[in-house]
């Protein structure tokens, strides 16, 4: 296969050759043109029009020549008449190869088969194309081969290319609504002298000019709250965050968020935005409601208002409304015995406590069949140091997660503002570890925060959710990969 490429490749260069020869510069200069998007809607007969793109199909028939564009917005069809060219051009035409970037000019006209076409009266080469593209441009077989060359995926697969145009589309609504709403965009620092706003292993660096270590955020949370104090009252952030852990269909090391921030507000005022954005980005984007969702083509849909329903009352729905009451060792029999009628693995080997025995049930048991979007409230304290107590119950936090075809997507806090109660869950959080203690937010909090609703998206699982894709890979350009 190696030397199949190879000798392609010589004969592209061979080709690139002669193009000079007859005064082609096999990678021209800049080239005014109309995209082909607005070409088709704004087609008339026999009007001139100037288009670029990537030749996707040749066919060669003698003095009459047919070729298939694509310069992203979409696909034209150009022919190329031996009595419409100069002689070199139509010559030069057979050096054409799949995959190379043409300008051409020419008469807009309709084929008697109704195809919309450009006779071209003059071309210019634009970029040479070396490599053979995939065969007959069906796009990469090889799915592993689509992320490492996400060049040529794009290239060859329209949908795949869609879908990137749609993701640049909700971050762009995503924005314009958080703006409707009064919300001041801001950026916090990525390079951090300690992670904090998460529970992750971060990614960690030094910084040679203050000579010490340095970490990338595995959340912008503490530096956001820090401008709650300051009276930035209505605040978002969306950016990247980095977190040293596992690759799997739903996480990447390196992955979009966007956290908002509210003074004044709560956990009820977390989930109206939510209720309130989803539905913006599937009216203005999407174009609908009801999404098919991966391989299965599940329909979500995201009709407000969502399903509310306490943490606790999804595992006494599973496991019985006597759950809580039972002794440890009968929860732990009675948890192994719903996980092999489930037919689910749960990992018990260390679990000693009903606090982590629940946690386990409810993440492979309850959480995965979660389908339609919900938010599940009402936490364990444990799980959330970082948001504020449950008024009726000190044990349980006023957050929620919400959760859509059986993955969270969002958590979504009524903050912790007591600087003193902050102190001691961070504490409790860390242990032995005093040091990952970020006294200078415990200080930020002694000044003074409203009290504040917040809340953070992961931009790659909703792009996933909207566009129906069940593979974190396929909504990131660039995934994390093993070099090869």
């Known amino acids: 296969m190696a030397q199949e490429m190879n000798e392609y490749r010589e004969q592209r260069l061979v080709s690139m050759n002669n193009l000079a020869d007859m005064g082609f510069n096999p990678y021209g200069a800049k080239y005014d043109h109309d995209d082909l998007k607005k070409v088709r809607e704004e087609f008339e007969e026999g009007k001139t029009a100037r288009i670029a793109g990537r030749l996707m199909m040749i066919r060669r028939m003698g003095k009459m020549n047919f070729c298939t564009m694509n310069d992203g917005t979409g696909k034209f069809q150009l022919i190329f008449k031996r009595d419409e060219l100069s002689e070199t051009m139509f010559a030069a035409f057979k050096l054409l190869n799949l995959g190379d970037i043409i300008g051409a000019e ?20 634009l970029a040479k194309a070396l490599e053979q593209p995939p065969e007959k441009f069906h796009g990469l077989a090889d799915q592993e081969e689509r992320y490492r060359r996400r060049y040529v995926d794009l290239m060859t697969n329209d949908e795949s290319r869609e879908r990137f145009f749609t993701r640049s589309e909700i971050l762009k609504e995503t924005r314009k ?85 509210e003074a004044y507000g709560d956990r009820t005022s977390m989930e109206a935005i939510i209720e309130g954005l989803i539905p913006h980005l599937c009216d203005t984007v999407i174009g609908k409601r009801e999404i098919e969702y991966g391989e299965a083509k599940e329909i979500i849909n995201f009709n407000p208002p969502y399903r509310r329903v306490a943490y606790k009352d999804l595992v006494k729905e599973l496991m019985g409304e006597d759950w809580f009451d039972l002794p440890f060792e009968v929860q732990f029999e009675k948890a192994k015995a719903m996980g092999k009628e489930r037919q689910t693995n749960l990992e018990l080997d260390d679990v000693t406590t009903t606090l982590m025995l629940t946690h386990e049930v409810y993440d492979k048991l309850i959480e995965k069949n979660l389908r339609q979007p919900t938010f599940v409230t009402r936490l364990p304290h444990e799980f959330v140091p970082l948001a504020k107590a449950c008024e009726d119950d000190p044990s349980l936090v ?56 917040g809340l953070g998206i992961g931009i790659d699982r909703l792009v996933m959710l909207l566009t129906g894709v069940d593979g974190i890979r396929d909504v990131v350009l660039f995934p994390q990969m093993k070099k090869a």
């Open 106 to 125: 020419g008469t807009l006209f309709t084929t008697q088969k109704g195809e919309k076409s450009l006779v071209v009266k003059e071309w210019t080469m």
């Open 177 to 261: 609504y958080l703006w409707s709403k009064g919300f001041h965009e801001v950026e916090t620092p990525i390079l951090q002298s300690q992670a904090g706003g998460a529970a992750a292993k971060p990614f960690e660096t030094h910084f040679n000019a203050l000579d010490q270590k340095m970490v990338l955020r595995i959340a912008p949370e503490l530096y956001l709250k820090r401008l709650l104090v300051g009276g930035m009252n209505k605040v978002f952030e969306l950016g990247k965050d980095f977190r040293n852990e596992g690759i799997d269909r739903s996480h990447n090391p390196e992955f979009t968020v966007l956290e908002v921030y």
């Open 398 to 453: 006023d957050v929620f997660e919400f959760v859509v075809g059986g993955r969270e997507l969002c958590p979504g806090y009524t903050e912790q503002n007591n600087p003193l109660e902050q102190r001691k869950a961070l504490e409790n959080q860390a242990g032995e570890d005093t040091e990952k203690i970020d006294e200078d937010f415990i200080s930020a909090l002694e000044c003074g925060m409203p009290p504040t609703g």
